[in-house]
């Protein structure tokens, strides 16, 4: 199955207002709302039965779209990180001191925050998702603790009854992104795998090292 370009379009209208999505990504099929609507956003939480302490990502379509919005709360060091490693499948924790996209960061985070970051590299059937303007929300759909969904059938009927749009890109990879923590980035070029995924320590090591910083980073032992 292909994304088309009316997919696009009704995609953004729910994104638009209180909306619940399921799409698919480079990784797995995940739930998706406006991020600055309190009742989607709770929709999202209710639907996944997640405890709403915990936090989301924000998932952008393309970079350059993601680097306009977060330009203001960017640290060079970070920025440079972001147009290194993104798109792919990864998740990228950073920090997000003006809150920038508060209904994301639940009540677990760190002080200052830390927000997680999606830019998926969409191609092939998936391609045309990258016109998507508007921002996400963004979770796995699955219940919470349960498998990553790598089908459209392995979202569980209730999540799909429970959404107001449902898109089906085909089978995905099936493994959940990385999750790589910046947050102490750009103070000492340090950073840490949270969770592992697609993209293994080496890519990432090989990835900010391409980065024009101040010193070479370094992984958080």
Known sequence: MSIAAKDVARLEDCLAGDGVAVIPTDTVYGLACNPTSETAVRRIYELKRRPP???????FFALEPALRALADGLSPRTRAAMSSLLPGPLT???????????????????????????????????????AVRAPALQSSANFSGEPDPRSLDDV??????????????????????????????????????????????????????????????????
């Open 53 to 59: 302490r915990k936090p989301a990502a924000v998932m």
């Open 92 to 130: 990228l924790l950073v920090a997000d001191p003006d809150r920038r996209y508060p209904l994301a960061l639940g009540s677990d985070t760190d002080n200052p925050p830390l927000l997680g970051l999606r830019v998926p590299a969409l191609t092939g059937p998936l391609a045309e998702l990258t």
């Open 156 to 221: 569980a009927a209730e999540l799909r009854a429970g959404a107001d749009l449902v898109l089906d890109g085909g089978e995905l990879p099936g493994t959940a992104s990385t999750v790589i923590d910046l947050g102490e980035y750009e103070r000492t070029g340090k950073w840490r795998i949270v969770r592992a995924g697609p993209v293994g320590e080496e890519d990432l090591e090989r990835g900010l090292e391409s980065c024009d910083t101040p010193s070479s980073p370094s992984k958080i032992q």
